[in-house]
C-alpha cells in the first residue's frame, strides 16, 4: 500500500501499526512491540487520499469517524508523527498541493473590515452562549485568556503561565500612571483590565467579536473598572486619537498578509512620538507558508502565521523602529496540552452542547497545533517597536528589576 510506503519514510524515530479496512496491517518504523499505537482506517478510500492531501482528509476523516486511533490517543499519535516528520513535507503531492492552494488561500486571506468581521465571528462568536460556555470550559478562570501562556521553570498551572504572560507584557510596556492605552484585539479583556488594576491607566480595548466586547463590559463593572477600561466593537482601521502604550496580543495572525502595511501604518498614526507598541504574534521560523487547510476552513478562515521577514519588512516601510525582538519556544504547545486537557475532561458536556464531529474537530486543533509547536515551524514572537531611539531601553535590566 502506497500510504504504507509514504509512512514508513516517515516514521524514523518510533514507529506505529496501520491497519487498513480489510484488516490488513503494516508494520511502520519501530513500533512498541507491547499495545503499539495503531492506525485503523475504516474506508477503503482512505489509503491514497491520506497520500493525496493528508492536511485536510486525515481531519475531516477523522471527523467523520473513518479513522480509528488504538493503543493511544490522538494527541500521543499526532506527537509521534509530527516528530517524526519534523519540519519536512509529508508527501510530493502535498508539496504540489500547498503551492496550488497558496494561490487559493492569498486570495481568502484578503480581511478587508467586513470580512475580517465573519472570520472572528466563525470562532469567537460561535454557537452564542454555548460558545461562551465552551471557551468556560478550557481556557484559565482568572483571566481567560486565548493566547499562548508564559511557562517558567516553577510554573505548575495554566493559571499561573497566563498571569506569568500577563505581568510580562505589563514589565515590557513600562506603563506610567496617567497613559492611555490601547488593546488591538482585546479578547474577554483580561489583559486590558489586569493592567487597569496594576498600573491605574486608562485601557481601550477593542475587538470584532460581539460575544467579547459584551463578556468585556460585564466584567469590567463587575470589578469596578468601568471608569478606566472602555471595551469598543470596532477595528483597528476605525480607530483614531493617540496613544501612549499600545499592545495586540494573538490578533496580528487575523490581519491578513495583504493589509500587514496597513496595519503598522494605523499603529504608527495612533502612537505617539515617545509611545511604543508590543506585538504578541504566532510565526513561523521558516519561510512564508499558506494556512493550513484545516485550521483555515474549520477554525480561523482567513488567518495566517507570519514570518518575522513578513513582518519586519512592513513595519520598515513606516518608519517605526523594531527596538527588541523575543521569540517564544515551547511555551503555546504546553499552553495547547492544558487546553486540551481540560476540554477532553468534559467532551461529554461539550458533545451534550454541539455534537461529537464539533469535539473531535476542535480536539484536532488543539492537539495538532500543540505538535506544530512542539515540532514544526510555530513559535510566538514579541516585538517591542518604537518611533525613535530615545524611547526604547538599552538593556532588558527594566523587565526584570
Known sequence: MILAKVLSKIYKKDGIILEDSTGQKYIIGKPKKDNPITLKLLKDNLKWKLVLDPEIEFPEAYMRNEIEIKNGSLEKFLMSLVKNLGREEITTASYFSKKIFSIIRTLS?????????????????????????????????????????????????????????????IKKLDIKNGDKVLDVGCGWGGMALELARQKGC????????????????????ELGLDNQVSFELADYREISGQYDRIYSVGMFEHVGRKFYNKFFKSINKLLKKDGSFLLHTIGVVDKPTPQNKFINKY??????????????????????????????????????????????????????MFDEKFVKMWSFYLASCAAAFRYRDLVVFQLQIVKNFDTAHPTRDYIYS
Open 299 to 352: 477554525i480561523f478562515p482567513g488567518g495566517v502565521c507570519p514570518s518575522l521577514s513578513q513582518i519586519v519588512k512592513s513595519i520598515e516601510k513606516t518608519g517605526l523602529i523594531v527596538a527588541d525582538t523575543e521569540t517564544l519556544i515551547r511555551h503555546y504547545d504546553k499552553t495547547l496540552i492544558s487546553w486540551l486537557e481540560r476540554f477532553m475532561a468534559k467532551k461529554d458536556l461539550v458533545k451534550d
Open 109 to 169: 486571506n484578503f480581511n478587508l473590515p467586513g470580512k475580517s468581521r465573519k472570520n472572528v465571528e466563525h470562532h469567537y462568536d460561535i454557537g452564542g452562549e454555548k460558545g461562551e460556555k465552551l471557551y468556560d470550559i478550557f481556557l484559565d478562570k482568572q483571566h481567560r485568556q486565548y493566547s499562548c501562556g508564559y511557562w517558567k521553570p516553577n510554573t505548575k498551572t495554566l493559571e499561573e503561565a497566563q498571569q506569568n504572560k500577563i505581568d510580562h507584557i
Open 202 to 221: 486608562e485601557v481601550t480595548g477593542i475587538s470584532l467579536s460581539k460575544n467579547q466586547i459584551s463578556y468585556c463590559k460585564k466584567k469590567a463593572k
